[in-house]
């Protein structure tokens, strides 16, 4: 096993002598004494893997050959600030944050500055730097986006604008549909990619809440053997091994081999969590201009003991809950959850993509994916019961154990001139199948009653009869795409895109009886958009979007419980610039409207149905990238007005929507001084104005801000790179709602949940390139 892993292993820093022509590398031969430290090196990695720990990072150089990989960071070795030419320095010793194209869906790849729509990106060397543990964490450096917790935080629906996201429809990855309701893992991705707003022409249906497109790492062409090992308080390691490279003739298969191990006490006394990841992710290039992707991956999350959900409201008079959201407590504070009540996850991803480019102007990819998600959700609700605090505690064992979803795309990407006009020609399909799992007994179990400034810590119960599962609904969605971008001249390009989708919404009783069903056939999203480019460096534009998203599905006190209503239709107005200070600093800003139909069940007639509106105005601006050799920053500042209006209900009309602050900043800076190489400090800032927490907008979450403040140095012991990183998050330790989530949009008798935020954590790596 040592020599095995060992010759795995030393694709390392004496194999490092840069890719030849065609895309292979020069592998010097090892001397007999870097061999016997590659033994002991495996020999280490395998104890550090088996006792369950470390975190990870990337190592990619653009191939030459490999023409049809996505563009990727440089994240091996190379020259960088403070490094001499031809020095090999650790990954990331420079946060950069430099993002120039991202994936459009069926646009294919396009620079972020000449694209219409409100796109950022969080790269990698943030994500490693600021020693991201989840996506979930990741996306709070964004600032138009939010994450809304359901049974914690591992298990929400991101979303942006201050629009609720859905299941599927607003999550992808590598631009295909997966569960978003479920742990995602972050090691195994090289950056995220997020469209702000409406979608549907590009996607199809979907809520106007964004696109969130998680990017898997690729096989890298410099070997690549990368270990770390993390700790974060109180008491939690994590391991683990990132390793890369290529083989055969002239490179043509390469594999990316990430493997992950946490474990340990979390912030709570007698809390727990236990992850562990495996994925594998292979190229294979049949020739120089055609590439098979192939991607699988097994994330494991058990999480328990931390503080449950709080949920109130519901009713202006309490309907027998608290009609206010009270102050944040004590997140650390024993009996806000309960020892062995949380989540215990399990996603099963398969991908595959055939990439074919025909020449310099027309290229083709196929996909398809395969998502298994069991959810073990067994979380606590803290039920407020009145306006003191008091409440009552339950162990939930209703919400829905198992998604499954086979998702796909094909899009043909071309470009011509016509009458002397360029066309950027797109035509393609993409769509999804996702089948939804039911307990036949859906279980709530009372655990005790306390107040939350006594919270109690109540003997554990036994896992009730849950009869087992059985298929309650399915959703299909398939559409097709056309768009065109025609620029007149350099300055001038119109740009418009339009899907045709078929969708089918069908629910099923548990003796496998179609209960309802709704089916819409050649439903049409379209977009347009027009571009003015003054110069190289600024890109203005105006685009209009329309799209469709599915209806919701009838709640069960409603007299029509389980109809499924019609699609939605959400319209969104958007007016931006983006102006490149530099090749490594772009700034975006936009302003926009965009309205949603409401659902809800009419107090009145106890029926569900479309009544009313939400209309947010909002106006962006975000930065990213290098302000100087020194500093680089990413982030930037959102306003809303998000507003329920139309509701029927004088108390509920024109409020604020739950949860969405009116003003959010997030910024996350890294600065690197030139005098001192390898040195590098980190800082973050999360500022949240007060969020309405109730419908009637007679409660209020008051305003919160957190700082991160990190040091980093990288160095070389016996020749090996390696890089130390310390932080701390939430510095002053500052008690806040993390998430508040609405009941019901129009404040009937459905109760709001919130959550708490993560207190003040430390977190210490070291990571060892080899």
């Given at each position: ?575 931006g610039a983006k102006y490149a200070v530099s090749e490594a600093l772009l700034i975006t800003l936009d302003g926009f409207r965009i309205t949603r139909p409401l659902a809800f069940t009419n107090p009145a007639t106890r029926i569900f149905e479309v009544q009313g509106t939400q209309r947010n105005f909002g106006i962006e601006l975000f930065a990213s990238g290098a302000v100087s050799p020194e500093l680089s920053l990413l982030g930037g500042v959102t306003w809303l007005d998000p507003r ?57 979450a008051a305003a919160y801000a957190t700082v991160d403040l990190g040091v980093r140095y990288s160095t070389k012991a016996l020749g090996t790179p390696m890089t130390f990183r310390f932080q701390v998050l939430n510095v002053s330790d500052t008690h806040y709602w993390g998430s508040i989530a609405p009941g019901n949009i129009n404040g009937g008798s459905g109760a709001d949940t919130a959550y708490l935020g993560t207190p003040r954590t430390f977190q210490l790596s070291m990571e060892v390139?080899?």
């Amino acid at each position: 096993m040592c020599i095995a892993l060992g010759t795995t292993l030393m694709t390392c820093s004496a194999f490092r002598s840069g890719p030849v022509a065609g895309g292979s590398s020069t592998q010097a031969c090892p001397s007999g004494r870097s061999l016997r430290q590659a033994c002991l090196v495996g020999i280490s990695l395998t104890t550090l893997m088996i006792g369950g720990g470390a975190a990870l990072a990337q190592a990619t150089r653009p191939s030459s050959a490999s023409t049809m990989l996505p563009e990727l960071d440089v994240t091996g070795v190379g020259t960088g600030v403070g490094a001499s030419a031809g020095d090999t320095i650790p990954y990331a010793s420079e946060g950069r944050y430099e993002a120039r194209s991202a994936d459009v869906g069926p646009l294919g790849r396009r620079a972020i500055k000449d694209t219409p729509y409100s796109i950022a990106v969080i790269p990698q060397d943030l994500i490693v730097n600021n020693q991201v543990r989840t996506v979930n964490d990741a996306l709070r450096y964004l600032p138009s986006v939010q994450v809304e917790s359901r049974q914690g935080f591992d298990v929400s629906r991101p979303q942006s604008r201050g629009f609720e996201g859905s299941v599927v429809q607003n999550t992808r990855l590598d631009g295909l549909n997966i569960i978003g309701t479920t742990a995602i893992p972050i090691d195994n991705l090289q950056r995220i990619e997020v469209l702000n707003g409406l979608a549907g022409a590009l996607y199809g249906p979907a809520a106007p809440a964004g696109v969130f497109n998680y990017v898997l790492k690729r096989p890298t062409d410099v070997p690549l053997a990368r270990a770390i090992i993390a700790y974060d308080s109180p008491g939690i390691i994590t391991s683990a091994a990132d390793v890369g490279g290529r083989f055969g003739q002239d490179g043509a298969i390469g594999y990316r081999i990430n493997v992950v191990k946490g474990v340990g006490e979390s912030y709570v006394q007698d809390s727990f969590l236990d992850r562990s990841l495996i994925s594998g992710a292979f190229d294979i290039h049949f020739d120089p201009d055609t590439v098979l992707e192939l991607n699988a991956s097994r994330y494991s999350f058990n999480q328990a003991g931390l503080p449950g959900g709080f949920t109130y409201g519901g009713g202006l008079y309490g309907n027998g809950r608290s009609t206010i959201l009270p102050p944040a407590v004590d997140p650390t504070r024993a009996g806000y959850g309960q020892p062995g009540a949380g989540v215990n996850l399990t996603t099963e991803t398969g991908l595959a993509k055939l990439k074919h480019r025909f020449n310099e102007d027309w290229d083709l990819v196929i996909g398809g994916l395969y998502q298994n998600a069991d959810r073990g959700l067994y979380g606590i609700t803290n039920a407020l019961t009145n306006d003191a605090g008091a409440y009552s505690a339950t162990k939930n064992f209703t919400q829905v154990p198992r998604f499954t979803i086979g998702s796909n795309l094909a899009y043909l990407n071309g470009h011509f001139d016509l009458f002397g006009m360029r066309n950027d020609l797109t035509i393609g399909t993409n769509g999804f199948s996702n089948d939804q799992y039911l307990y036949r007994n859906s279980i709530v179990t009372t655990l005790g009653s306390a107040s939350i400034a006594n919270p109690v810590v109540f003997p554990q119960k036994g896992l009730p009869a849950n009869g087992g599962q059985y298929r309650s609904a399915n959703v299909f969605q398939q559409s097709l795409i056309t768009g065109d971008t025609l620029h007149f001249n350099e300055q001038w390009a119109v740009q418009g895109v339009l899907s045709t989708t078929w969708l089918t919404s069908t629910n099923y009783s548990s003796r496998g009886a179609i209960t309802s069903t709704d089916t819409r056939n050649a439903a049409l999203s379209p977009t347009a958009s027009l571009i003015y480019t003054p110069t190289r460096q600024l890109t203005t534009y105006f685009t209009f979007a329309d799209s469709l998203q599915q209806g919701d599905v009838a709640t069960a006190d409603a007299s029509n419980a389980n109809t499924i209503l019609a699609p939605y239709r959400s319209r969104q107005y958007e007016v931006g610039a983006k102006y490149a200070v530099s090749e490594a600093l772009l700034i975006t800003l936009d302003g926009f409207r965009i309205t949603r139909p409401l659902a809800f069940t009419n107090p009145a007639t106890r029926i569900f149905e479309v009544q009313g509106t939400q209309r947010n105005f909002g106006i962006e601006l975000f930065a990213s990238g290098a302000v100087s050799p020194e500093l680089s920053l990413l982030g930037g500042v959102t306003w809303l007005d998000p507003r329920l209006t139309g509701t029927g209900n004088v108390l509920t009309n024109n409020t604020l929507v739950v949860g969405v602050p009116r003003w959010r900043t997030a910024v996350a800076v890294d600065y690197h001084p030139l005098p001192v190489p390898g040195l590098g400090l980190t800082g973050a800032l999360q500022y949240v104005t007060k969020r309405a927490a109730t419908n009637y907008n007679n409660s209020y979450a008051a305003a919160y801000a957190t700082v991160d403040l990190g040091v980093r140095y990288s160095t070389k012991a016996l020749g090996t790179p390696m890089t130390f990183r310390f932080q701390v998050l939430n510095v002053s330790d500052t008690h806040y709602w993390g998430s508040i989530a609405p009941g019901n949009i129009n404040g009937g008798s459905g109760a709001d949940t919130a959550y708490l935020g993560t207190p003040r954590t430390f977190q210490l790596s070291m990571e060892v390139d080899l």
